[in-house]
Protein backbone atom coordinates (compact mmCIF):
# COMPACT_ATOMS: atom_id res chain seq x y z
CA UNK A 1 0.00 0.00 0.00
CA UNK A 2 1.48 3.26 -0.77
CA UNK A 3 2.47 5.77 2.08
CA UNK A 4 -0.20 8.60 0.67
CA UNK A 5 -2.89 5.87 0.89
CA UNK A 6 -1.59 5.22 4.50
CA UNK A 7 -2.00 8.51 5.42
CA UNK A 8 -5.46 8.80 4.24
CA UNK A 9 -6.48 5.81 5.86
CA UNK A 10 -5.30 7.08 9.19
CA UNK A 11 -6.57 10.15 9.02
CA UNK A 12 -10.37 9.32 7.72
CA UNK A 13 -10.77 6.46 9.90
CA UNK A 14 -11.42 8.81 12.56
CA UNK A 15 -12.20 12.09 11.09
CA UNK A 16 -13.90 11.63 7.63
CA UNK A 17 -14.17 15.52 7.12
CA UNK A 18 -17.30 16.93 7.77
CA UNK A 19 -17.37 19.66 4.95
CA UNK A 20 -19.15 20.68 1.95
CA UNK A 21 -16.10 19.05 -0.36
CA UNK A 22 -14.42 16.56 1.90
CA UNK A 23 -12.02 15.79 -0.62
CA UNK A 24 -10.75 18.69 -0.73
CA UNK A 25 -9.71 18.24 3.08
CA UNK A 26 -8.27 14.93 2.15
CA UNK A 27 -6.06 16.12 -0.56
CA UNK A 28 -4.93 19.23 1.94
CA UNK A 29 -3.65 17.17 4.43
CA UNK A 30 -1.89 14.66 2.48
CA UNK A 31 -0.58 16.90 -0.23
CA UNK A 32 -2.70 15.97 -3.31
CA UNK A 33 -5.07 17.16 -5.88
CA UNK A 34 -9.23 17.02 -4.58
CA UNK A 35 -10.00 14.66 -7.56
CA UNK A 36 -7.00 12.44 -6.57
CA UNK A 37 -7.61 12.20 -2.93
CA UNK A 38 -11.77 11.25 -4.49
CA UNK A 39 -9.57 8.58 -6.55
CA UNK A 40 -7.87 7.07 -3.79
CA UNK A 41 -10.71 6.84 -1.54
CA UNK A 42 -12.57 5.08 -3.99
CA UNK A 43 -10.05 2.09 -5.05
CA UNK A 44 -9.84 1.68 -1.13
CA UNK A 45 -13.04 0.85 -1.22
CA UNK A 46 -13.49 -1.08 -4.34
CA UNK A 47 -10.80 -3.16 -3.57
CA UNK A 48 -12.38 -3.82 -0.13
CA UNK A 49 -9.61 -2.18 2.04
CA UNK A 50 -12.71 0.14 3.50
CA UNK A 51 -15.54 -1.65 3.92
CA UNK A 52 -17.95 1.56 4.87
CA UNK A 53 -17.52 4.88 5.48
CA UNK A 54 -20.48 6.35 7.49
CA UNK A 55 -21.46 6.72 11.13
CA UNK A 56 -20.63 4.92 13.94
CA UNK A 57 -23.40 5.06 16.06
CA UNK A 58 -23.98 4.40 20.19
CA UNK A 59 -26.70 2.67 20.45
CA UNK A 60 -27.40 2.76 24.50
CA UNK A 61 -28.16 6.56 23.68
CA UNK A 62 -30.22 5.99 20.70
CA UNK A 63 -32.42 3.71 23.41
CA UNK A 64 -31.53 0.41 22.21
CA UNK A 65 -29.48 -2.33 24.62
CA UNK A 66 -26.52 -3.93 23.82
CA UNK A 67 -24.82 -7.05 24.98
CA UNK A 68 -21.87 -9.82 24.58
CA UNK A 69 -22.85 -13.03 24.67
CA UNK A 70 -21.00 -16.51 25.30
CA UNK A 71 -22.94 -19.74 24.86
CA UNK A 72 -21.50 -23.69 25.37
CA UNK A 73 -23.08 -25.16 22.62
CA UNK A 74 -22.00 -28.39 21.38
CA UNK A 75 -20.63 -28.89 18.09
CA UNK A 76 -23.22 -30.93 16.62
CA UNK A 77 -25.48 -27.95 16.87
CA UNK A 78 -23.24 -25.61 16.10
CA UNK A 79 -24.77 -25.40 12.07
CA UNK A 80 -28.41 -25.00 13.54
CA UNK A 81 -27.66 -22.14 15.99
CA UNK A 82 -25.51 -20.56 13.46
CA UNK A 83 -28.23 -20.56 10.95
CA UNK A 84 -30.78 -19.04 13.77
CA UNK A 85 -28.30 -16.42 14.17
CA UNK A 86 -28.17 -15.23 10.75
CA UNK A 87 -31.58 -14.96 10.68
CA UNK A 88 -31.65 -12.39 13.69
CA UNK A 89 -31.42 -8.87 12.83
CA UNK A 90 -30.72 -8.11 16.56
CA UNK A 91 -27.51 -10.13 16.16
CA UNK A 92 -24.48 -8.51 14.50
CA UNK A 93 -21.60 -10.30 15.73
CA UNK A 94 -20.97 -14.28 15.21
CA UNK A 95 -17.63 -16.08 16.24
CA UNK A 96 -15.95 -19.41 17.22
CA UNK A 97 -13.62 -19.04 19.92
CA UNK A 98 -11.22 -21.54 20.57
CA UNK A 99 -12.28 -21.88 24.45
CA UNK A 100 -12.76 -25.15 26.02
CA UNK A 101 -16.30 -24.58 27.31
CA UNK A 102 -17.92 -21.37 25.95
CA UNK A 103 -17.00 -21.54 22.17
CA UNK A 104 -19.49 -19.37 20.43
CA UNK A 105 -19.85 -15.59 20.67
CA UNK A 106 -22.13 -13.18 20.10
CA UNK A 107 -23.08 -9.72 20.02
CA UNK A 108 -27.04 -8.87 20.39
CA UNK A 109 -28.46 -4.72 19.57
CA UNK A 110 -32.33 -4.92 20.67
CA UNK A 111 -34.89 -2.19 21.28
CA UNK A 112 -35.44 -4.11 24.41
CA UNK A 113 -34.10 -6.18 27.29
CA UNK A 114 -37.05 -8.21 27.25
CA UNK A 115 -36.00 -8.75 23.34
CA UNK A 116 -32.74 -9.91 24.27
CA UNK A 117 -34.19 -12.33 26.90
CA UNK A 118 -36.31 -13.80 24.26
CA UNK A 119 -33.56 -13.90 21.72
CA UNK A 120 -31.38 -15.60 24.48
CA UNK A 121 -33.79 -18.06 25.24
CA UNK A 122 -34.60 -19.77 21.36
CA UNK A 123 -30.57 -19.93 21.11
CA UNK A 124 -30.57 -21.60 24.23
CA UNK A 125 -33.34 -23.61 22.90
CA UNK A 126 -31.55 -24.55 19.49
CA UNK A 127 -28.11 -25.46 21.72
CA UNK A 128 -30.01 -28.50 23.16
CA UNK A 129 -30.43 -25.95 26.53
CA UNK A 130 -26.85 -25.64 26.71
CA UNK A 131 -25.56 -22.70 28.85
CA UNK A 132 -25.85 -18.94 27.98
CA UNK A 133 -24.22 -15.77 29.65
CA UNK A 134 -25.39 -12.00 29.00
CA UNK A 135 -21.92 -10.17 29.47
CA UNK A 136 -23.29 -6.73 29.18
CA UNK A 137 -20.86 -3.65 29.73
CA UNK A 138 -20.39 -2.07 32.96
CA UNK A 139 -17.92 0.38 32.03
CA UNK A 140 -15.97 1.19 29.43
CA UNK A 141 -12.82 2.13 29.15
CA UNK A 142 -12.26 2.31 25.00
CA UNK A 143 -14.03 1.55 22.34
CA UNK A 144 -12.95 2.21 18.41
CA UNK A 145 -11.46 -0.25 16.15
CA UNK A 146 -8.93 2.51 14.39
CA UNK A 147 -5.92 0.55 13.02
CA UNK A 148 -2.50 2.57 12.79
CA UNK A 149 -1.70 1.80 9.05
CA UNK A 150 1.94 3.68 9.89
CA UNK A 151 1.31 7.56 10.98
CA UNK A 152 4.40 10.04 9.74
CA UNK A 153 3.93 12.55 12.40
CA UNK A 154 2.70 13.15 15.50
CA UNK A 155 -0.80 14.26 14.67
CA UNK A 156 -1.49 10.82 12.88
CA UNK A 157 -0.16 9.07 15.96
CA UNK A 158 -2.47 11.04 18.31
CA UNK A 159 -5.45 10.54 16.35
CA UNK A 160 -4.74 6.62 16.12
CA UNK A 161 -4.23 6.74 19.82
CA UNK A 162 -8.00 8.44 20.86
CA UNK A 163 -10.39 7.03 23.00
CA UNK A 164 -14.01 7.28 24.48
CA UNK A 165 -13.56 8.08 27.99
CA UNK A 166 -14.98 5.85 30.18
CA UNK A 167 -18.73 5.87 30.90
CA UNK A 168 -21.17 4.12 33.44
CA UNK A 169 -23.21 1.85 31.22
CA UNK A 170 -25.78 2.44 34.03
CA UNK A 171 -25.49 6.16 33.85
CA UNK A 172 -26.84 7.03 29.61
CA UNK A 173 -29.77 9.23 29.37
CA UNK A 174 -30.50 8.96 25.95
CA UNK A 175 -31.21 12.23 24.58
CA UNK A 176 -34.48 13.16 22.66
CA UNK A 177 -33.96 11.70 18.95
CA UNK A 178 -36.92 13.09 16.45
CA UNK A 179 -38.45 11.48 13.16
CA UNK A 180 -35.40 13.88 11.31
CA UNK A 181 -32.69 12.53 13.35
CA UNK A 182 -33.76 8.89 12.61
CA UNK A 183 -33.76 9.71 8.69
CA UNK A 184 -30.60 11.00 8.66
CA UNK A 185 -29.33 8.12 10.89
CA UNK A 186 -30.55 5.44 8.67
CA UNK A 187 -28.74 7.41 5.68
CA UNK A 188 -25.66 7.64 8.06
CA UNK A 189 -25.64 4.32 9.02
CA UNK A 190 -25.15 2.95 5.27
CA UNK A 191 -21.97 3.45 3.05
CA UNK A 192 -21.57 7.35 2.37
CA UNK A 193 -22.27 7.99 -1.85
CA UNK A 194 -18.90 7.72 -3.56
CA UNK A 195 -19.54 11.13 -5.34
CA UNK A 196 -17.15 13.91 -4.58
CA UNK A 197 -20.20 15.74 -2.64
CA UNK A 198 -21.42 12.77 -0.48
CA UNK A 199 -23.05 15.54 2.32
CA UNK A 200 -24.94 17.15 -0.50
CA UNK A 201 -26.38 14.09 -2.10
CA UNK A 202 -27.65 12.95 1.20
CA UNK A 203 -29.04 16.35 1.65
CA UNK A 204 -31.10 15.71 -1.58
CA UNK A 205 -32.59 12.63 -0.34
CA UNK A 206 -33.80 14.00 2.50
CA UNK A 207 -34.66 17.22 0.74
CA UNK A 208 -32.64 19.61 2.71
CA UNK A 209 -29.87 21.67 2.78
CA UNK A 210 -26.11 20.08 2.77
CA UNK A 211 -25.10 22.51 5.59
CA UNK A 212 -27.89 21.58 7.67
CA UNK A 213 -27.35 18.47 7.43
CA UNK A 214 -23.72 18.64 8.49
CA UNK A 215 -25.07 21.15 11.39
CA UNK A 216 -27.04 17.80 12.04
CA UNK A 217 -24.11 14.95 12.01
CA UNK A 218 -22.00 17.87 14.00
CA UNK A 219 -24.93 17.64 16.93
CA UNK A 220 -24.59 14.00 16.75
CA UNK A 221 -21.08 13.92 17.61
CA UNK A 222 -21.60 16.06 20.40
CA UNK A 223 -24.18 14.75 22.30
CA UNK A 224 -22.28 11.15 21.60
CA UNK A 225 -25.35 9.31 19.82
CA UNK A 226 -22.64 9.20 17.02
CA UNK A 227 -18.81 8.38 18.36
CA UNK A 228 -17.53 9.08 15.06
CA UNK A 229 -17.99 9.94 11.14
CA UNK A 230 -15.21 7.70 9.60
CA UNK A 231 -13.74 4.87 7.70
CA UNK A 232 -14.73 0.80 8.65
CA UNK A 233 -11.69 -0.91 7.33
CA UNK A 234 -11.48 -4.80 6.63
CA UNK A 235 -8.36 -5.70 8.99
CA UNK A 236 -7.02 -8.33 7.38
CA UNK A 237 -6.94 -6.80 3.71
CA UNK A 238 -5.42 -3.94 5.92
CA UNK A 239 -2.34 -5.84 7.23
CA UNK A 240 -4.03 -6.54 10.78
CA UNK A 241 -4.27 -10.72 10.11
CA UNK A 242 -4.86 -11.73 13.50
CA UNK A 243 -6.98 -10.58 16.42
CA UNK A 244 -8.27 -12.20 19.28
CA UNK A 245 -10.48 -11.17 23.01
CA UNK A 246 -8.62 -10.81 25.54
CA UNK A 247 -10.14 -12.13 29.22
CA UNK A 248 -8.47 -10.64 32.30
CA UNK A 249 -9.77 -11.87 35.88
CA UNK A 250 -9.29 -8.10 37.93
CA UNK A 251 -10.00 -7.58 41.64
CA UNK A 252 -12.49 -5.50 42.05
CA UNK A 253 -10.74 -2.43 43.81
CA UNK A 254 -8.44 -2.24 40.23
CA UNK A 255 -10.66 -2.57 37.67
CA UNK A 256 -10.81 1.11 36.84
CA UNK A 257 -6.38 1.37 37.38
CA UNK A 258 -6.21 -1.44 35.40
CA UNK A 259 -9.03 -0.61 32.53
CA UNK A 260 -7.39 2.75 32.05
CA UNK A 261 -3.92 1.00 31.33
CA UNK A 262 -5.07 -1.21 28.84
CA UNK A 263 -6.89 1.23 27.10
CA UNK A 264 -3.90 3.16 26.68
CA UNK A 265 -2.64 0.53 24.20
CA UNK A 266 -3.08 0.96 20.62
CA UNK A 267 -3.38 -2.67 19.87
CA UNK A 268 -6.25 -2.37 21.70
CA UNK A 269 -9.63 -1.34 20.05
CA UNK A 270 -12.19 -2.58 22.40
CA UNK A 271 -11.71 -2.35 26.20
CA UNK A 272 -14.79 -2.96 28.68
CA UNK A 273 -15.66 -4.33 32.39
CA UNK A 274 -17.98 -6.61 31.94
CA UNK A 275 -19.58 -9.51 34.65
CA UNK A 276 -17.96 -12.64 36.30
CA UNK A 277 -19.71 -15.86 37.06
CA UNK A 278 -18.69 -18.59 38.95
CA UNK A 279 -17.56 -20.30 36.17
CA UNK A 280 -16.14 -17.27 34.06
CA UNK A 281 -13.99 -15.63 36.37
CA UNK A 282 -12.92 -12.78 33.92
CA UNK A 283 -14.49 -9.01 34.01
CA UNK A 284 -12.16 -7.06 32.36
CA UNK A 285 -12.09 -7.69 28.37
CA UNK A 286 -10.00 -6.39 25.64
CA UNK A 287 -9.72 -6.94 21.86
CA UNK A 288 -6.37 -6.71 20.73
CA UNK A 289 -4.94 -6.38 16.94
CA UNK A 290 -1.81 -7.61 15.28
CA UNK A 291 0.24 -8.77 12.53
CA UNK A 292 -0.10 -12.28 13.78
CA UNK A 293 -1.51 -15.05 16.57
CA UNK A 294 2.33 -14.27 18.23
CA UNK A 295 2.26 -10.85 18.14
CA UNK A 296 -1.36 -10.97 19.97
CA UNK A 297 0.49 -12.78 22.28
CA UNK A 298 2.89 -10.88 23.16
CA UNK A 299 0.81 -7.43 23.28
CA UNK A 300 -0.89 -9.57 25.67
CA UNK A 301 1.95 -10.47 27.67
CA UNK A 302 3.36 -6.20 27.66
CA UNK A 303 -0.23 -5.69 29.06
CA UNK A 304 0.10 -8.20 31.51
CA UNK A 305 3.60 -6.89 32.33
CA UNK A 306 2.43 -2.84 32.68
CA UNK A 307 -0.66 -3.94 34.91
CA UNK A 308 0.26 -6.61 36.79
CA UNK A 309 -2.81 -8.69 35.59
CA UNK A 310 -1.36 -12.46 35.36
CA UNK A 311 -4.97 -14.28 35.54
CA UNK A 312 -6.08 -14.13 31.67
CA UNK A 313 -6.82 -16.18 28.43
CA UNK A 314 -6.41 -15.03 24.94
CA UNK A 315 -9.21 -16.46 22.71
CA UNK A 316 -8.71 -16.05 19.07
CA UNK A 317 -11.73 -16.47 16.37
CA UNK A 318 -11.78 -20.30 15.45
CA UNK A 319 -14.54 -19.09 12.54
CA UNK A 320 -16.53 -15.80 11.59
CA UNK A 321 -20.16 -16.90 11.21
CA UNK A 322 -21.52 -13.87 11.09
CA UNK A 323 -20.43 -10.13 10.96
CA UNK A 324 -22.71 -6.82 10.04
CA UNK A 325 -23.70 -3.44 10.78
CA UNK A 326 -26.73 -2.99 13.12
CA UNK A 327 -29.42 -0.79 11.38
CA UNK A 328 -30.91 1.56 13.37
CA UNK A 329 -34.62 2.37 13.20
CA UNK A 330 -35.56 -0.16 10.48
CA UNK A 331 -38.87 -1.31 12.48
Not at 154 to 166: L, T, V, Y
Not at 232 to 253: C, D, Q, Y
Amino acid sequence: METVDRKILNNIQAVFPLALRPYRVIGDDTGIAEKEAWQRVRALRKNGIIRRIGGIFDSRRLGYITTLCTAEVPNTKVPVVADLMQRIDEITHNYLRDHPKYNMWFTIIASSQQRIESIISDIRAASGGSRVYSLPAVKVFKVGVIFNLGAEDAQDQSRMMQSRPQVNAESISPPAVTENDKNLIRLLQEDLPYSMTPYSDLADELDTDARDLCAGIQRFLEQGIMRRLGAILAHRKSGFTSNAMGVWAVPEERVNEAGMKMAEFAEVTHCYQRRAFHDWPYNLFTMVHGNSDQGCQEIMAKISEATGINNYALLFSDKELKKTSMRYFNE
